[in-house]
């Protein structure tokens, strides 16, 4: 075992997938000399090649589009978008080609592409190297979407998405590349597409979450403990589409409260489908209001570090919102 990064995990899971596979390649603006904007792809140019590593014009269009069609030859693409914000010009290419294209063809054309792009706030980028993006593409069946908020389970879920025969649009939480850090395995291992994980066990309430929110939620937890004697079951999400309804509604069975937790808007967030499947679902088991918290409804990330604090969730607001569902 290895302490390591997030962005560091994000890499060898890259490096291992090149040495694995000959058909894997990356392809995305400075993924080459420079290593990509973050250097989630340094040193892969020089070890591999610049036919595997391939630094792509600056149009997002044309790099998912590249990818479809490699990966409908039988390659295995990783396109790298420098910050999901830059995602949407290639909106129509992963929703209406990547997406359909196993279900038009009848089977007969599969497309075993990963879409990597770093998503999220507090880092001060501003309005448009702060976005969070993943509620658009989680109501797209024929894609997968996954976020990782620790290195062990990046390394291993990025290796799935890699080797899956379907697009996994991989998104990675920025402020945790460096920030996270955990233990990762050298050996050869993956993490299935798919499950949650419950990365703390409680029984007062359950909290959901995904990517740097799952980060903070675990420090409120441990917050809440300490200074409340309030004992919350964190569940990281891991997979967005498909959802792992058995995990979310196991959880809210033994507590009987849910916080749900995410740094995208409020309105219509990912959030609002977690509540809906515990509601629906799961209604006999609660015990307190379905309790969502993200980010506010206005239209980006501020570039202001105040208000860029004041938008972003903490694990200090995260514990005061646990705290008052644990009271009711």
């Known amino acids: 075992m290895a302490e390591m990064t997030l962005i560091d995990a994000v890499r060898m899971a890259m490096d291992e997938e090149l040495a694995r596979d000959p058909r894997v ?72 080609e990547a997406a359909k294209m196993y279900y038009r063809s009848d089977g007969q054309w599969r497309v075993p592409l990963t879409i990597r792009a770093p998503y999220g706030g507090g880092i001060g980028g501003g309005l448009y190297h702060s976005q969070s993006v993943e509620a658009f593409f989680c109501h797209v069946p024929g894609l997968k979407v996954v976020i990782p908020s620790t290195p062990y389970d990046a390394k291993g879920l990025l290796k799935s998405a890699i080797r899956d ?12 590349y460096r920030s996270i850090k955990g233990e990762v395995p050298e050996w050869e291992y993956t993490v299935p597409i798919g499950p949650a994980a419950i990365t703390r066990e409680g029984s007062d309430v359950s909290v959901y979450a995904y990517g740097m929110m799952a980060f903070y939620c675990l420090q409120a937890a441990e917050i809440v403990a300490r200074e409340d004697g309030i004992s919350a079951e964190v569940v990281d999400l891991r997979t967005l589409l498909p959802v792992d309804k058995e995990t979310i509604l196991a959880s809210f069975r ?46 980006a990330v501020p570039f202001s570090h105040p208000l860029q604090e004041a938008f972003m969730p903490n694990p200090q607001k995260i514990a005061a919102r646990i705290r008052e569902l644990a009271a009711y």
């Open 165 to 176: 025969q379907n697009p996994v649009l991989f998104f990675e939480p920025k402020k945790g």
């Open 25 to 96: 390649f990356i392809t995305g603006e400075d993924v080459g000399k420079r290593g990509g904007v973050f250097r989630a792809t340094q040193g892969l140019i020089e070890k591999y090649g610049a036919m595997r590593v391939v630094d792509s014009p600056l149009a997002e269009l044309s790099i998912v589009a590249v990818g479809i069609g490699a990966a409908m030859a039988e390659l295995h693409p990783i396109c790298e978008i420098q910050f999901a914000d830059f995602i949407h010009p290639a909106f129509n290419q992963i929703v209406n």
């Open 254 to 299: 033994k507590t009987g409260k849910a916080l749900i937790v995410h740094e995208d808007n409020l309105t219509l967030g990912y959030g609002a489908e977690v509540a809906a499947i515990l509601s629906g679902e799961g209604f006999e088991y609660m015990d307190a209001p379905i309790m969502r918290y993200g980010g506010p409804d206005v239209p």
